[in-house]
């Protein structure tokens, strides 16, 4: 199983970005997934999971700025980000459960490289 993650780069406060997360030998739409960022100097957190209903949660903290999508044909699993602010800088990763659902407790046992997000001011 491989996850790519692209579409990262440098944005003004106030900026939109997509994300893109490629998969091979895995199957989106059959598993929760989700997107994770990590901050320089925080912890990693997940800012949003998508199921395999097509069902999204996200973090408060993002939530009405980030949409996650999947376009099922292709097989790539999205992060759309508007309305950006420098907290919103990190690198960002995608990842794959071996679960259909979101549950509090699943476990994410694929991960990408990352994408790195930088928001100026």
């Known amino acids: 199983v491989q996850l790519v993650e692209s579409g990262g780069g440098s944005v003004q406060a106030g900026g939109s970005l997509t994300l893109s997360c490629a998969a091979s030998?895995?199957?989106?739409?059959?598993?929760?997934m989700a997107w994770f960022r990590q901050g320089s100097g925080k912890e990693r957190e997940m800012v949003g999971d998508?199921?395999?209903?097509?069902?999204?949660t996200y973090a408060a903290s993002v939530k009405g700025r980030l949409t996650i999508s999947q376009d099922n044909a292709k097989n790539i699993l999205y992060l759309q980000m508007k309305d950006l602010t420098p907290e919103d800088t990190g690198m960002y990763y995608c990842?794959?459960?071996?679960?259909?659902?979101?549950?509090?407790?699943?476990?994410?046992?694929?991960w990408g490289q990352g994408t790195r997000v930088t928001v100026s001011s």
């Open positions: 998508f199921d395999s209903d097509g069902r999204a």
């Open positions: 990842a794959g459960s071996a679960g259909r659902y979101c549950y509090p407790s699943i476990k994410f046992v694929h």
């Open positions: 030998g895995y199957t989106y739409s059959d598993y929760c």
